[in-house]
């Protein structure tokens, strides 16, 4: 079955600067890329997603990329605030199924 | 209103008993999923259900069982409780996007 891995599991950035977190999956069949973000005490929410037919999507300061050869996708957020402070996870779909497999989540603080 | 709700919200047992988790969804989304959050570990699919009376196991389904009786509720049992199941579980569905909206989470100890 799909597996996805997530790198980093913490990452610390000041304000301003850019973060970027790495996943990567082990089905080259998976065709579905989202990424969620998860504040403290809250349910996770969808941020921005990909699908496999494309290679990069851009939302204001987030963008992710993704690389099918590699089986690896990227969330990169320019400009940080204090506020993208949480937990990130990233996930895969399999081809043919409506489910999704989560990565292990990285919790990302920005300082002031 | 409208949305995903979850019940109980928090919940503290003891191992060996039974604890039914409630989920309950408005948008009548034909797929519906439960998960458990645990440090270390992300998110992890349990069960899911593609439609009423269908569903099918995830990542970690051994102690759980679940069912689909109706499109909007979809609860999932723990038939003997043990500690290893102390976690935050939480429950979504899925919109035609593949949107998952989950529910406010479910923290259960099991003593």
């Known amino acids: 079955g799909e597996n996805v891995e997530q790198h980093p599991s913490t990452l610390s950035v000041q304000e301003g600067d850019s973060a970027v977190i790495k996943c990567t999956y082990s089905?080259?069949?998976?065709?579905?890329f989202p990424w969620y973000k998860q504040e403290l005490g809250k349910r996770p929410q969808l941020i921005i997603d990909?699908?496999?037919?494309?290679g990069e999507k851009k939302d204001q300061r987030i963008a992710v990329t993704l690389n099918k050869t590699a089986k690896h996708f990227s969330l990169h957020i320019t400009e940080t605030q204090p506020e993208d402070s949480a937990v990130y996870f990233c996930?895969?779909?399999?081809?043919?199924?409506?489910?999704?497999?989560f990565g292990t989540g990285t919790r990302l603080q920005v300082f002031p | 209103d409208a949305g995903i709700t979850q019940s109980p919200r928090y919940k503290i047992t003891e191992t060996g008993r039974q604890v039914t988790l409630m989920c309950h969804q408005t948008w009548s989304h034909s797929y519906m999923f439960w998960y458990r959050q645990d440090l270390g570990h992300g998110l992890r699919l349990i069960y899911y259900s593609a439609a009423a009376d269908i569903t099918d196991k995830g990542e970690v389904p051994d102690g759980y069982v679940v069912s689909r009786s109706k499109t909007e509720n979809f609860p999932l049992t723990l038939e003997s409780a043990t500690r290893s199941q102390t976690s935050v579980y939480f429950c979504?569905?899925?919109?035609?996007?593949?949107?998952?909206?989950f529910g406010e989470g479910s923290r259960l100890t099991v003593l």
């Open positions: 996930a895969a779909s399999p081809y043919g199924t409506d489910k999704l497999i």
């Open positions: 990909i699908r496999s037919n494309v």
């Open positions: 089905d080259s069949a998976s065709n579905y």
């Open positions: 979504a569905s899925m919109a035609g996007t593949g949107e998952l909206f």
